[in-house]
């Protein structure tokens, strides 16, 4: 007892030096899903009606993926997921890893005998068929950047050692500075590990914790089978340590087979086999594996055989009642550690952002060529249309230019952002991998890249801002030129945020170019330059209230034109004697700066929380 105590304090210390055992009992797991495809004038046809098998599931409410499902995994073994495609094999693992946020789950899950608790995730792991790892990361920052956020209790120096392990464990030791490499958001591509070394990076991400149980969907996928097999090995030598490794796999070679301590059979959401001797079972059902034939192969073979019987689910529930009396009844007897004492705790959201924060900044010295693309694109513009309105005077010939110039500059700020679309998409896959590992909370990631963009921006619009000004000559006066830069860059990030909100609501580039150069040329539109508000239609004439683009342009024309002097040609009717009269013209008589000012921040961090809520509410990962 006293062994078992020192070990969940060991455990509760994170900073593990043996595996505790962990046996995971799961009884009567069922997993139910609302059908999209129901038809509500269906209703009363709940029961199926006819043999077409789509008809069919148009008429159910609700799609059963798991039926029932019991079984066992004992400590430190390694336990082969089999089943053909759609079996349901993933489902399970999720629900196992508590994974799943969509559908009803009903069963229980004991974790040594105990229901399973918040500690769990402290040791157990979950590593996904896809590999979400950022490109420009070396393997040991990587893993560095898991055990930071991972082990909350652990000093730098314990940490580093765990990744040195970890290295070891899964024997990249000799690539700890190599990139993990890849298609980097805009589409250079950075050259750095193989598929399966990658996939050893990504089940090492999951050691960092040093866990008991390591869940694994399908790790050999899209690797050739001397990787598979040198990847199986390495989670081998993890069930030596006391680790219980679980691993939905397609048709593994024989080697891979020989591996496996246990196997689970799948078919159609139920439990066709549990155990050692898979090939003895189905010899027993009357089906026997023929010489020279992988037993995987076979394995498969058979079970696809059997669930296209008719009498499939009499199959299944003998077994299950096999499964009760002899293995359960057995396994229920079991000293195990009580886990249900293991605590999990997390970093501070402060913490988190400064990790964050810091994988950011390296990612984006690494990749700082589309920061150069910004930055030279906003040069150009800037000088390509100041050149255009040229040196301008405070004459009645050049105010519409300069009025133009301001809606010009205002007009490149709000495009500009569309740029991001593309980073934005490609990092999100990493961040719901992340998020569903529960490593970090949403909001110091997203507050992380607003920081990264408002920095990027702020030189953007700096670099547009002063090339305006010298070129074109506008209003100068140090206190204009940096009230103007202010409104210019609250505008600027306005539109990002307003982009970044897109991107999360619909997790698509085209759409998010559709609904963004939309959103955009209304508010182009009705900002007041080509319209003057007052000559507004009264049906269209709300539209500038909510549009942040005619603030920003009401206050820097009030910037530009409060009290300017203009000057007249003798030879030609003088329309307007001073600025003030001008801003008369567009209706911006009344406003001043210390009203735009705070319209524009409240614009802002409108958007701001919009930009968070569709990240955290609806960019969530669906399993
Ligand atoms: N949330 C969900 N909503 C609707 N259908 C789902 C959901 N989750 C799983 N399914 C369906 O359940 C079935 C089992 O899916 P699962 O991914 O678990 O199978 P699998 O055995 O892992 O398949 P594969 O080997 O091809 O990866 C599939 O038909 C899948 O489309």
Partial sequence: MIELQESINHLNQSYVTNNIGVQIIFENISYTVKNKNYKSKNKSKDIISNNDGVSNIKNLKEITILDNISGI???????????PSGSGKSTLLDILA???STGTISGKILVNGKEIGDGFKKYCSYVT????LLQTSTVEETLKFHADLRLPDMNEKDKWKRVEQVLKDIGLHEKAKSKIGGILP????????????KKRVSIG????????????????SGLDSVTALSVMKTLTSLTQK???????IHQPNILIYSLFHQIMVIIKGRMLYNGPNVIGYFEKLGYKLPNNTNPADFCLDTSVEIQNKEDYNEICSQW??????????QSLNQTLINTSEIVYTNTSIFYQYKILMKRLFTDFYRNSGAFVTRLSSGIIIGLLFSACFGRLHPSQDDILKIAGVIFFILAVLALSPFTIVSLFLSNREIFNSERASKIYHPFPYYLSNITLEAFILFFVTLFITTISYCVNHLRWNFTSFIVTFVVYYFIIVCSDLLVITLTNVTGKSDLTFIYGTSIAIIYLLFMGFLIPVNSLPKSFFWLHYINPLHYGFATAMVIQFKDYELTCNPNQPCLYKNGNDFLNFYGF??????KGIPIIVLWLLFFFFCGYLALHKLNKEKR
């Fill in 73 to 83: 995994i004992q400590p430190g073994e390694m336990i082969g997921l089999f089943g």
């Fill in 98 to 100: 508590k994974r799943k």
């Fill in 129 to 132: 068929q896809e590999d979400f």
């Fill in 186 to 197: 805009g589409g250079t591509i950075l050259k750095g590990l193989s598929g399966g070394e």
């Fill in 205 to 220: 991400c999951a050691l960092v914790t040093n866990p008991s149980v390591l869940l694994l969907d399908e790790p050999t």
């Fill in 242 to 248: 006391g680790v219980t490794v679980v691993s939905s």
């Fill in 320 to 329: 299950e009642i096999e499964w009760k009396q002899s293995i359960l009844e």
């Fill in 589 to 594: 008589q009344d406003w001043t700066i210390q």
